[in-house]
């Protein structure tokens, strides 16, 4: 059963799907299919993988190792965010990333010298959203986060 048109969750979707850091994260996707599977796939339906609901989250196993395909998704989400603060401030924020095979590890965001954002992650196999809005407030929080930190060490931040 589809949701028609004009319902609350339909508009928090399109809200979501105009937001700067989905549409990134949506051509990051596109831009890894190098094969053009999903070439006629719609933004929403690149970012279903991204959407966990708290029922698929509770069949996940607390404990689990991240496969491949979650690793991926968790890198290009924190490429996406590095992306989105490059358009905004012109400084490239690189991503550093070192996860264990157990799905434990740390997340920095890096712009010449400056630390934007510095997180230790855990669970990672559980990596994702309960939906669209989340997803684009997760990311446009991060990235505002990261451009405030810019503003208050500029000096740094160019180094």
Known sequence: MSVPAGTPAVNEDEAALAAPFVKCLARLIRAQDTYGLQDGASDAELLTHFIITEQQRREIPIIGDPDPDVLLRFNIFYTAV???????????????????????????????????????????HRFGFATLGKLAEAGAKLVDDAIAVIEAYPDVARA
């Open 82 to 124: 590095g992306l989105t603060i490059e358009a905004r401030t012109g400084l490239v924020a690189s991503p550093t990333m070192m996860i264990s095979h157990e799905g434990f590890g740390r997340v920095l965001l890096t712009t010449g010298r400056l630390v934007v954002f510095s997180k230790t992650v855990r669970d990672v």
